[in-house]
């Protein structure tokens, strides 16, 4: 009796009620009514979300955890995500479960804390468990972050963090697990410095007072900063360190875990352990061992300004004893390998001002002379007279130009033959994405297994899709169909349709009427894309095609000619309906560029005798493709280009298609644009195999936003484009220019990467991309520092004659706009880091002759960067070869 007014008190979500009559039961009652409760939880699940269901939801939530008789089962119940939004409060909990043993107690708390930080067990549930069970505290992520939270809410009470904290018994116990916790400090991190009397000061006064235990919170920074971490905790934790103002003796006992720290940490805590280090050695209280030992370790790092401050307190040290000259000189050697020439000059002027105090025999000079072979050729001979040694005549030596090899074309394996094959190539494809031939060898596959036995693939598919969002989804809810109107999202399109799983109206309209996602720059490309998929997914379930036409010969998308007549002659005979958005991209991708060929493949297609057939012979011998006239157009910073029409793809082709071939605006086509994913955007390329510029074209918008306005932007395409067919015109190489300038450095060695095999391949327009990135610079689009860092990378790998290609075309602009400037610093900021680039890849490359401009800014006063760099430039273009 008491079961069924327990559940007629949850139905109608009296809660109070619920918990009254749970004190009057037994175990036995108690367990007898869960079936019924989890029989009303599976209701909820399903019904409407309504104020009755969440009170039905609180008060079963209560019921449900006083029922369960065993911790494990009650802590999953209470920590239910189904239930997560309406939960009984933690006062009903903590009373329904009062009445248990004190072990089961502090098994359900320890059971809950244990639970990740997103199932939000409510902190106050968790804390009222520990007091009525009297157990240890818990120290999991759940339980610091609800007790951090906790703390930190000042506002309760009127007490602020410091006097909430001295109340709290568990106090040492929380204050060590907040440091030993990565997962909540990664969250709360913000947190620690909100209003007055924050975590920093509450946590210092508390040290003060001998409430926590000095030592222990030292240690446990220093050791949370040696861990490393995320740069946001880095900085909490240094700043806790330094508000506890450590004294010289404390920061003596941990001289190593500064040294780690310098050489390894965040630059913000190596930079505080440099100048803690600094003021030991300064103090005589670092011994010349350790002082060398923590210089290696700086000296490698790639800011320069701890490297260049570490330098200065090494100069200090070798002027006040020059007798550790032969411990520290060689140690400041090492910087010779700095890839910043101003740090390589700087140490190696260290070294001329101390070099005399090396005695001739020591093992030191020794050890300078041969690190010596690191510093660039300018600096090399200078370093080498310095110590006496005869230079071999390696200042000069021309460095071999070193390119990737230039990309060979493949042809993609045919569709998988067996089913179980191609379930398991689907199932790599639905996981982690594929290129085009993975693509189009998957699709095929689907469209002739479906044809010749849908039943045998549709259970070979089953384990692969079960996963899916849209398999078995509520019939009643459409979301299935909504979601794909926006996006066909690949091959899920023709799995969903291959399962039944969209409905045949969606199907049909968008197959009649098209896709409905905008015009914005890249809608041509994206709607051909999606035409062929909409297309295969409607005719899977109507007119099955016995396989696909425009499957690709080649991984860049281009198709064969006899690959094409051949497919069609077997349509043909097996009297098929080719699909037309399939037909359409066949003819993108057919090569056409031997006149001879494609006259005989067009003998053979019109022999055929299908009108797809003699379709396929009036574009063979059509005029060969040309591109579209371009004309730039500038749009604040930002320089773009305008295309005008390609009327051969107009005509017969599908409406999806003839997007390609209309005008391409730079003020028009600003809609909402959803082509953010590269599992996307690899297809472009082949959907106009030969004419990139076409795709490029419609990247500019977005890879000049991201340079200009610093938006993130996937530039992964630009290698892609490089190894693509097709001339590699103005538009790739104004791509090629913002990538290079792009904000993120994953952008900008995307960029390098397309920079490279252009530059492989023969296609590489230096003194184009030169011209566009000095204009670009001259506009403000792009920084000059980012373009810098680019262009050492792009040297690094040994293209010091084709980054050199590429200044010689940029830094003549950027030296007149600086004469023309004076001394102004826009034109200057940032020029030092490019002709530093420059006069690397000139010494390096071997080159030689006149830069326009560059005499007279190596003529100019001073030693700023700029200058120094342009001098060295000079000096390399002027150098005579070696012999």
Known sequence: ???????????????????????????GERRSCLPALNELRKGLRSSQWTWASRGTAAALHAAGAACHTGAAG??????????????????VLLHVLGDRETDWLADLTHRLAARPVTSRIP??????????????????????????????ASWRGGRSVVQRLRRDPHLPVMVAALFESPEAMGQLTWMFDQGPGNWYDALAELTAEGVLDRKVLLDLCVARLLRGGAPA??????????????????????SADWTAMACQAIPAVAWHAQAVLAALVLDGELTTGELAEMSSGVLFRTEKKLVRTQLVLLGKVLKRDPSTASVLLPVVAEAFGHEDTDVQERALKLVERHVAALPVQDGGRARVGELCADLSPGLRSRALRLLGIEDPGTGGTVHDEVLPPVPERTRPAAAPESVAELAEEVGALLASGGGVATFERALDGLVRHAHGDREK?????????????WKDRDPGYPVVDRVFRESAGGLEIVLASLFEQVSMHTLHAAVQKG??????????LSHAVDARLWEAAFRLRTDPMPFLLATPSWDTGLLEPDDLVARLAEYRRLDARPGQADFAQALLRVRRDDPAAAAASAARARAIGSPEGSRLAQWFTAEEPLLPTGRRRTSGARILLELGELEEIQGLFPKEFR?????????KDHQYCRHWNFGEQRHWPAVVPGRRELVAARLLSDLSTAAVEDTRMNAALLPLLAEADGPAGEALH????????????????????????LAARGQLDAGRLGADLAELVRRDALKKSRLAESLRTAAATGAYATAWSVLCGLLPDLLAGLAADGAGANAAHGLGDLLAVAADCAERSGARGDLAHLAETAERRGSSRMVTQARRLRTALTREAAA
Do not use: K, N
């Open 457 to 469: 693939l549709l259970e070979a598919l089953g384990p692969v899709v079960a996963r899916c969002w």
């Open 233 to 254: 905790e880095q900085r909490v934790f240094l700043r806790l360190l330094t508000s506890l103002a450590p004294t010289r003796e404390e920061e003596r006992e941990r």
């Open 1 to 27: 009796m008491s079961g069924e007014a327990l559940l007629e008190a949850v139905r109608a979500g009296r809660t109070v009620e619920a918990a009254g009559l749970l004190d009057g039961m037994t175990d």
């Open 659 to 667: 997007l390609l071939g209309r005008p391409l605006t730079v003020f």
């Open 74 to 91: 009650a802590a999953t119940w209470i920590a239910g995500a189904d239930m997560r939004w309406s939960q009984a409060s933690p006062g």
């Open 515 to 524: 896709s409905t996602t905008g015009t914005c720059h890249h809608s041509a």
């Open 734 to 757: 104004l791509c090629l220019a913002y990538g290079l300038g792009a904000r993120r450095s994953e952008d900008r060695l995307a960029a390098v990467d397309a920079l490279l095999v």
């Open 123 to 152: 902190f106050e549930l968790l804390s009222g468990l520990v007091g009525l069970s009297g157990c240890e505290v818990p120290t999991t992520d759940a339980y610091v972050r609800g007790w951090f939270e906790h703390i930190g």
